[in-house]
């Protein structure tokens, strides 16, 4: 084995920590000053807010305001639909109603003009 082996193994090789080892991380940790709620919230960045949408629970809020908000877009899509088809069938319907007037005016116009030529023949006939 070359020296740097044999250097990184002792280096690495399994110690046991001292006794105390576990009484002095304790009273580090009691040492430290502990955090408020407030200075939480203010170390929260933007990033971090949307980052905490999310979270399991707020992301089941988000999921739910998206479909809401689909369910809403599909609806009026929907809705504006029907309504073109209805006024595109009233359009229709309408052009179908003038189409039968016209042939009425036009069947009315070639009677009355029937008759005034009739009742002309009629009056010069009497003459």
Wanted: proline letters at 3%; hydrophobic letters at 45%.
């Amino acid at each position: 084995m070359s020296r740097l082996e044999n250097e990184l193994r002792s280096a690495l090789s399994r110690e046991e920590p001292s006794p105390d080892f576990t009484d002095r991380v304790m009273a580090r940790i009691q040492s430290l000053p502990a955090k408020t709620e407030q200075e939480k919230r203010e170390k929260i960045g933007w990033l971090s807010k949307i980052i905490a949408i999310f979270e399991p629970f707020q992301l089941k809020w988000a999921m739910a305001a998206a479909l809401a908000i689909l369910m809403l877009f599909a609806g009026l899509s929907l809705h504006r639909y029907r309504e073109n088809q209805r006024m595109l069938a009233e359009i229709a319907e309408g052009e179908r109603a003038r189409q039968q007037v016209l042939l009425a005016m036009k069947l009315t116009s070639e009677k009355l003009n029937f008759a005034h030529r009739k009742i002309q023949q009629s009056v010069e006939n009497r003459k």
